[in-house]
Nanobody
Framework: QVQLVESGGGLVQAGGSLRLSCAAS????????MGWFRQAPGKEREFVVA????????VYADSVKGRFTISRDNAKNTVYLQMDSLKPEDTAVYYC???????????????????WGQGTQVTVSS
């Protein structure tokens, strides 16, 4: 069983930065694909980035490409999402997720992920 805990959310002005963390307990991320998703009020949860731990491969959503960067700390079994040049439309609850059978074709599908964190709120003021 994997437990994921996000942290690092908060309130920031447009143009600012935040770094989210997703810490795993129960086992390591090795062999998993890590995903970040977000859900704005009244909207569906949407894909932000997928990261394949074993191959160090990743795919960003077009809406965050060039502004968000994913990284990892093996020793802490933690994945980070550095968010720069934040916009009001980035306001959402951000979730990390982990799955063992994620492919390029399925990385946007919520049901493909086995484990989810509780979410952390990010609010970007204009």
């Amino acid at each position: 069983q994997v437990q994921l805990v996000e942290s690092g959310g908060g309130l920031v002005q447009a143009g600012g930065s935040l770094r989210l963390s997703c810490a795993a307990s129960g086992r390591t991320f090795s062999g998993y694909t890590m995903g970040w998703f977000r859900q704005a009020p009244g909207k569906e949860r949407e894909f932000v980035v997928a990261y394949w731990w074993s191959s160090d491969s990743l795919v960003y959503a077009d809406s965050v490409k060039g502004r968000f960067t994913i990284s990892r700390d093996n020793a802490k079994n933690t994945v980070y999402l550095q968010m720069d040049s934040l916009k009001p439309e980035d306001t959402a609850v951000y979730y990390c997720a982990a799955g063992r059978r994620i492919t390029i074709a399925t990385m946007r599908e919520l049901v493909e992920y086995d484990y989810w964190g509780q979410g952390t709120q990010v609010t970007v003021s204009s």
